[in-house]
């Protein structure tokens, strides 16, 4: 009991007993005084005498102690030792913290970006047996085929396989909310779904049921199951919601069931799915004809005890007797199983990974640098560690003490990189391109803290070596003469440092040319012609129900409506110009293509040609060129000749060397050229040109447009008459799709802005660091030398020839660093090439600009100590002797 | 003649021998062990507080900061049962040490 309590002391008052250790010890000398006084002895002898036959007081006092310590103790001890000495060096110690904070702040918020999008697992009952089941190209090998399997050929999988415990589609449906009071009608973003689909994902609904095979019929099909979001956010979370119907614009849905909150899919979107209901197929599906519908993501739960290449060998079985009963759907496919997790994060592994290994790099950099930083603070601090080594501090506890500091420092830095972390997840989360998958799941949370606490520790152990292996290496007690003024770093700690710096330079450099690589990309990107101005033009998706909009004066009815929106539009003030569109609206994704003919002339089968139908003012709003002929006019219209332009690459590939303009050619029916405009990049900056053929609205007959508009005033300005525009002629229609061409431009560059915004920020933030890391050495190396300088300065060396001598040294290092951090990028390159556009991973001028850059920034670095070495008064630097 | 340096472990029995007079401080006991001994033995305060930490921390001793004969502070050490204990049990084991050395050397 006694020796428990003693012990506990030991831990909590551990002050407390160092103080009366040293109490009781002084007691001792004092009681040996007066004993010595009252044997005739005069005071001060007396007590030298005490002392004297004492021995060393303060060695008892560490003795005792030691006895005293426990293991808690030891480390206490450290610690406060590592504070008192980050303390006394203030400079070391914020500089220390501010990379470690930027680094390990860095590392964090990309590590919770990778985890959150990519290692984690899915969210769903026994993840790992879910699996994607597509069907794939092998002549093209394209992998987009995957999510895109035809209606028939998932109801035969489904019927025949026995290798999974469901199959489940998954198609595309929107659903328009019939408007309500005070709000605008808003469209609700929906899965159509065959039955399988939650049982295969394992998830049950909160309340209330999903749907049954029978659902998956005309005439059964109008239910649905709603999310947990859409529950709470329209029917505030009320019990009875279900049997309730949810009111679309075509027709009402039974509500069946709500799932929990933590059941989505697709996992994390942007935009999560709020509504599933029934897959229905139609009779035309139902069939191998003609149609050719590939449109459904199919998934799977593999059956117990099996795993993939069992199931692949069944999916292959049935997809071989399939293709012998009908060949010609089935060319050049085959059917493919994939893990989900793997089908998810399909196109963004490598991405991720790069930005791994670049963020990763950064905290490599930080920790050579504080390596180095440690090392020249170590080689200032040889004294005090010689004296405590014949204090009798053992090796060991010496290099605990450094130890203890660089894991203070790392971990101190963690704290703070967390806090960096968590308030710039945010703005990551806002640059990450929205058709990453689960950006949703992106979060700062306890498994990116331990891991991270993880890095802290390893990275603090890592920088926090070197200079222990180096000091043990030394003889201790040999340095308490030699280390004290003079030069004090032994050649091998020279060196040692030299190399830490020139790795660090090395990795910045690789960091660097990562960087400028992925820069150019992007203004490369930037600057493509895309064919039109992008710039100022709002979109907005104009699709009325065209439910009587079947016969052709119901048809014409809707397309006078869309002429009258247009003339209000254009009336609006802020509009300089206002069109129609139907087909493909440039940058949003979509287009239509149609088989292409001149009659007369026997084209190889399968032209082809994207077609629009717009209106007069189209390519005055998107400032296409016109290259020959002319624009529609009003006087292209219903009854009068069938017109049509194209652009010219449909011009260079169908009227090669021949003028179009007036030629007869087929498509939407038989119809004159009469204009030849310039091509449009439709899908992107990235892509080539398409062959595009034009009609006016008002000789064709759709029904449904996109309206573009050219501003001369701020979008914010002009939507909302732009609106009410629309809702005069279609009170009540839900646009889900308004947005700005520069949205859309944006959102095709959003993954190489990342990119070059993060890796911009590393290289920068590499280089920084490695600046740091060529100040501090030679800072160090200049107040070592001051003596040494202030000599020379007496003998009459010039200001400029010592500065010149200490850039020379920092020039030696950054050009050794940059040797080596130019090869390992040239090693690398080929790594990055797949994320590079029109620039080559190994571009000489690249190399030579970052070295340059590079250069400016070293010597800029290595010049405030130069400096201060050319400053140094000869009479100050002698006086210190 | 020259102090005798103390025999490893002896110096943990000289201490309870000490305690077990009486409660007493680092300096007391190592003037009684020098008067005991009649100068014969001297423990060096080097060892003595180690020694004397040691056992306390083993349950042997407890100890108490108390003010003193001069109004100081001092840690007075006390001995503990356990302390008596350990005390007779060494106290056995030396003389028995000591009677196989005595016999050694005046044997025949």
Redesign the interface.
């Known amino acids: 009991m006694?020796?428990f309590l003693?012990?506990l002391r030991g831990i909590f008052g551990r002050r407390a007993v160092e103080r009366?250790?040293d109490?009781?010890?002084a007691?001792?000398v004092?009681?040996?005084t007066?004993?010595n006084i009252a044997r005739g002895m005069s005071p001060s002898l007396a007590r030298r005498a005490a002392l004297a036959?004492?021995?060393?007081v303060a060695?008892?006092a560490e003795?005792?102690r030691?006895?005293?310590a426990t293991p808690l103790d030891a480390l206490w001890r450290d610690l406060r030792h590592a504070v008192r000495a980050l303390r006394a060096a203030p400079s070391f110690t914020l500089v220390a913290l501010a990379v470690l904070t930027l680094s390990i702040g860095a590392a964090t918020a990309i590590f919770s970006v990778v985890d959150g999008v990519l290692l984690r697992p899915l969210p769903f009952p026994d993840a790992d047996r879910l699996v994607a089941v597509g069907e794939l190209n092998v002549k093209t090998g394209s992998d987009w085929g995957l999510n895109l399997v035809a209606p028939q050929n998932f109801i035969d999988w489904r019927e025949q396989q026995r290798v999974f415990t469901g199959l489940a589609a998954i198609g595309y449906a929107s659903i328009s909310v019939a408007p309500e009071p005070g709000r605008e009608p808003e469209t609700l973003s929906a899965q159509a779904v065959t039955a399988d689909f939650f049982s295969v994902l394992g998830m049950a609904p909160l309340i209330g049921r999903t749907f049954t095979i029978e659902n998956e019929v005309d005439g059964h099909a109008r239910v649905a199951v709603i999310s947990h979001r859409l529950w709470q956010r329209r029917y505030g979370g009320a019990p009875d919601v279900v049997g309730k119907y949810l009111a679309g614009q075509r027709g009402s849905f039974e509500i069946l069931g709500v799932m929990p909150p933590s059941f989505e899919y697709p996992v994390g979107a942007a935009r999560p799915t709020e509504v599933w209901v029934p897959s229905v197929f139609t009779p035309a599906e139902r069939i191998r004809g003609n149609e050719f519908g590939y449109r459904l993501t199919v998934l799977g739960r593999l059956a117990s005890g099996l795993s993939i290449a069992q199931a692949q060998a069944q999916m292959n079985q049935i997809t071989a007797r399939l293709a012998a009963e009908t060949p010609r759907w089935f060319e050049d496919r085959v059917s493919l199983v994939e893990p989900l997790h793997q089908y998810v994060t399909r196109g963004i592994r490598t991405w991720m990974l790069l930005l791994l290994a670049a963020v990763g790099c950064v905290l490599l950099i930080a920790c050579v640098n504080l390596a180095t930083l440690m090392l020249v603070r170590l080689s200032a601090r040889d004294r005090e560690l010689v004296i405590r080594a014949a204090l009798g501090a053992s090796r060991w506890d010496l290099g605990r003490v450094l130890l203890a500091e660089s894991l203070l420092l790392s971990l101190g830095g963690a704290a703070l990189g967390v806090l960096v972390a968590w308030s710039g997840i945010e703005a990551l989360r806002a640059a990450i391109p929205a058709d990453v998958p689960r950006v949703a799941a992106i979060a700062v949370d306890l498994r990116v803290l331990l891991t991270m606490i993880a890095v802290a520790v390893v990275s603090g152990a890592l920088f926090g070596t070197a200079p222990i292996l180096q000091f043990s290496r030394r003889s201790v007690s040999g340095g308490l003469t030699h280390a004290t003024r003079t030069n004090g770093a032994s050649r091998a700690q020279r060196w040692l440092r030299g190399a830490l710096v020139t790795a660090e330079v090395a990795l910045a450099v690789v960091l660097l040319v990562g960087a400028a690589l992925f820069l150019v990309s992007f203004a490369r990107v930037m600057r493509v012609d895309l064919g039109i101005d992008a710039r100022d033009v709002l979109t907005v998706r104009v699709q009325p129900l065209f439910r009587a909009a079947t016969s052709t004066p119901a048809q014409q009815r809707q397309r006078s409506q869309l002429r009258n929106v247009l003339d209000r539009v254009r009336a609006t003030p802020g509009v300089e110009a206002a069109a129609l569109v139907n087909g493909g609206l440039p940058l949003r994704g979509d287009l239509r293509t149609i088989d292409f003919d001149i009659p007369g002339r026997s084209l190889p089968r399968g032209q082809d040609l994207d077609f629009n139908e717009i209106s007069t003012d189209y390519f005055r709003v998107l400032r296409v060129p016109l290259v020959a002929g002319r624009f529609f006019t009003d006087a292209d219209r219903e009854g009068s000749e069938p017109v049509a332009m194209i652009n010219e690459a449909a011009a260079r590939r169908f009227f090669p060397g021949e003028d179009p303009i007036g030629r007869i050619v087929t498509f939407l029916g038989t119809r004159r050229i009469v204009g030849v405009v310039g091509s449009i990049r439709h899908d992107g900056p990235e892509t080539d040109w398409r062959r595009q053929g034009f009609v006016p609205l008002d000789q064709s007959r759709a029904v449904v447009a996109t309206l573009v508009v050219r501003l001369s005033r701020p979008a914010a300005e002009v939507l909302p008459p732009v609106k009410s525009a629309i809702w005069t002629e279609f009170p009540g229609l839900a646009l889900p799709d308004v947005d700005t061409l520069s949205y859309y431009l944006n959102r095709l560059v959003a993954e190489r802005r990342f990119n070059m915004l993060l890796l911009g920020l590393f290289g920068v933030l590499g280089t920084m660091i490695a600046c740091v890391g060529i100040y501090g050495v030679m800072a160090y190396v200049v107040s070592l030398r001051t003596h040494e300088i202030g000599i020379r300065m007496a003998l009459g060396a010039i200001p400029r020839a010592v500065l010149w001598s200490v850039l020379q040294r920092a020039l030696v290092q950054i050009a050794t660093g940059l040797v080596i951090g130019l090869t390992g990028a040239w090693l690398l390159g080929t790594l990055v090439s797949g994320f590079l556009f029109q620039i080559q991973p190994r571009e000489p001028w690249v190399y030579i600009g970052v070295s340059a850059a590079f250069i400016v920034a070293g010597l800029g670095a290595a010049l405030v100590p130069a400096r201060r070495a050319a400053r140094v008064d000869p009479l100050v630097a002698l006086r210190q002797e | 003649m020259a102090k005798a340096d103390l025999l490893q472990g002896t110096l943990d029995l000289l201490l309870l021998r000490i305690l077990a007079l009486g409660p007493n401080?680092?300096?007391?006991i190592?003037?009684r062990i020098r008067q005991m001994s009649q100068e014969g033995l001297n423990a060096?305060?080097?060892s003595l507080?180690?020694a004397l930490?040691?056992l306390?921390?083993?349950?042997d001793v407890?100890s108490e900061?108390k003010p003193?004969e001069?109004n100081?502070?001092?840690?007075i050490y006390t001995i503990?049962a356990a302390g008596r204990r350990r005390l007779d049990a060494e106290r056995r084991s030396w003389e028995h040490f000591a009677l196989s050395i005595r016999r050694v050397l005046e044997a025949e």
């Open positions: 006694t020796r003693t012990y009366e250790i109490e009781e010890l007691f001792h004092q009681q040996e007066a004993a036959s004492f021995g060393g060695q008892t003795v005792v030691a006895v005293r | 401080h680092g300096w007391g190592a003037t060096s305060q080097g507080y180690p930490h040691r306390e921390l083993r349950g407890r900061m003193s001069n100081r502070r001092a840690r503990t």
